[in-house]
């Protein structure tokens, strides 16, 4: 605990945790939640995933709450659910958080589409790397049109998480 | 918690981005190294949370069971149309099956051949598709106390639809054929030619390594082949159809995009390789 400030009541401390909590455990569960069955019949089970969003979204807002020991968490439970090789989104997903980090104070002031935008770009920078590291790790060319795919979603996909975030944020800041 | 000071803190929040940055590549190493430690993390978070898509994975199902009810609705009348005549075709065949089961029965009595034992099976539910770009695997809930081990056959009531590749106390998980590291050995049942069927990631998985003296034509059926002592021969597996660019491919005949149960058979056959054991066929012939 930090010197100087009043001593906190167990349930002050336990509030404090959950706030901080709050946004990863909101991304694990989005996490999870995408590797549900499909739930439309015939539609192949491809929500992407929520992690590049999150961290974009948090690491910009409120990076506290989306520290590096968690953005690893995060990629690991994704890495390891999917049977994927191991740490590539670890990466990914750590080296978004930095991207974010050093951009962060020009980036909060900016429009949201301007934020949507230096997303889009960040992602698109961030899978190419992905498609990149996994077929180094297959030793095979990947097919690149699934990884298109899969980016176009992403971003396409950005404002509805970002929206679910905002709302998680702003109950954050107004307790 | 440990006191320390201010500036120490802070150097350790400087450092431990780069610190875990460097754990990923270890990771990506390690997974490439040491298959076995990986595979134990893996099955351990899916024990873990099997239970849990277990009962996510029941509303899901139901609201999916509700969409192809009202589906079904929109197309009654023709698909009842449809199976009628389906129903008329498959009679004549149940007639020529029978009488086939009687004519076999009596040679295998005058051969003194015996019965081929029919293989057991075990039905797990489908609780999470853990498909990704990069990789297609489902997750089976198997319950504590099951018989599943690795390497165990997976149909749905179709056709193949890949194998067990990973085996926890609670869980299995199960390789689709679709995947990219998945390679089948098949028979074109026209030809009785033999190909690998190659998982691309993509629907349909593609033929590799067929004889020039046989090429698969668009419409054969392929079934499996025993030929590795990895699967039983005969399984049903789809039918060769021409895809984009002139490649050969498979359209599968179990439904991978449905999948809710799927059987899984032991035939007792254990001469199969882990896929990162497998290494990558040189490409020979039609790619």
Redesign the interface.
């Known amino acids: 605990?930090a010197v100087g400030l009043p001593r906190r009541t167990l349930l002050q401390r336990l509030d404090l945790a959950a706030h901080e909590a709050a946004p990863a455990a909101l991304t694990l569960v989005l996490v999870?939640?995408s590797?549900?069955?499909?739930?439309?019949?015939?539609?192949?089970?491809?929500l992407p995933?929520a992690l590049p969003a999150s961290v974009f979204f948090w690491t910009l807002y409120r990076p506290r709450l989306m520290?590096?020991?968690a953005?690893?968490g995060l990629?690991?439970?994704q890495?390891?659910?999917?049977?994927?090789?191991?740490?590539?989104n670890?990466?990914l997903s750590?080296?978004l958080?930095?991207a974010v980090l050093t951009q962060r104070r020009v980036l909060v002031r900016q429009s949201f589409l301007i934020v949507w935008v230096a997303f889009a770009l960040l992602a698109a920078a961030l899978l190419s790397l992905g498609w990149l590291?996994?077929s180094i790790?297959?030793?095979?060319v990947?097919?690149p049109l699934?990884?298109l795919?899969?980016l176009g979603l992403v971003v396409f996909l950005y404002p509805a998480y970002s929206w679910l975030f905002i709302r998680l944020e702003r109950s954050l800041a107004a307790p | 918690?440990i006191r320390v000071s201010v500036p120490v803190r802070q150097a350790i929040a400087r450092l431990?981005?780069p610190v875990?940055?460097a754990?990923?590549?270890?990771?990506?190493?390690?997974?490439?190294a040491d298959t076995v430690i990986?595979e134990r993390?893996?099955v351990a978070?899916?024990d873990l949370?099997v239970p849990?898509?277990g009962v996510?994975?029941r509303p899901?199902?139901a609201?999916?069971d509700a969409?192809?009810a009202v589906h079904g609705l929109a197309r009654l009348h023709s698909e009842n149309a449809r199976l009628r005549e389906e129903n008329a075709r498959l009679r004549r065949w149940y007639d020529v099956a029978m009488a086939l089961e009687a004519e076999n029965l009596a040679l295998r009595a005058v051969l003194n051949a015996p019965a081929e034992p029919t293989p057991g099976f075990i039905t797990a539910r489908?609780?999470?598709?853990?498909?990704?770009?990069?990789?297609r695997?489902v997750?089976l809930f198997t319950g504590p106390r099951h018989a599943v081990t690795k390497g165990q056959v997976a149909l749905d009531q179709n056709g193949l639809v890949g194998r067990v590749?990973?085996v926890g106390s609670r869980s299995a998980?199960v390789?689709l054929v679709t995947d990219?590291n998945s390679r089948i050995p098949v028979r074109i049942e026209r030809t009785g030619a033999r190909a690998i069927l190659v998982g691309?990631?993509?629907?349909a998985p593609r033929l590799q390594h067929w004889s020039e003296s046989a090429p698969p034509q668009p419409g054969d059926r392929v079934v499996t082949s025993a030929q590795a002592g990895a699967f039983p021969a005969g399984l049903p597996v789809g039918t060769v159809r021409a895809g984009p660019g002139g490649v050969i491919e498979v359209e599968l005949a179990a439904d991978l995009?449905?999948?809710?149960f799927v059987r899984l058979h032991d035939f007792g056959l254990s001469g199969i390789l882990p896929p990162e054991q497998v290494v990558?066929p040189r490409r020979r012939g039609g790619s």
């Open positions: 605990m999870l939640v590797f549900l069955p499909p739930l439309v019949p015939g539609q192949p089970g491809l995933s520290a590096p020991p953005v690893f990629g690991l439970v890495d390891l659910l999917s049977a994927a090789p191991l740490g590539v670890t990466l750590l080296l958080h930095a590291l996994r790790l297959a030793v095979a990947l097919p699934p990884a795919v899969e | 918690m431990i981005l875990l940055i754990a990923s590549f270890g990771l990506m190493l390690l997974g490439k990986v993390a893996r978070l899916t949370l849990v898509y996510l994975s899901v199902g609201v999916r969409i192809e489908v609780v999470a598709d853990t498909g990704t770009t990069y990789a695997s997750l590749s990973e998980r390789l990219i691309t990631n993509g629907p995009d449905r999948l809710t990558p």
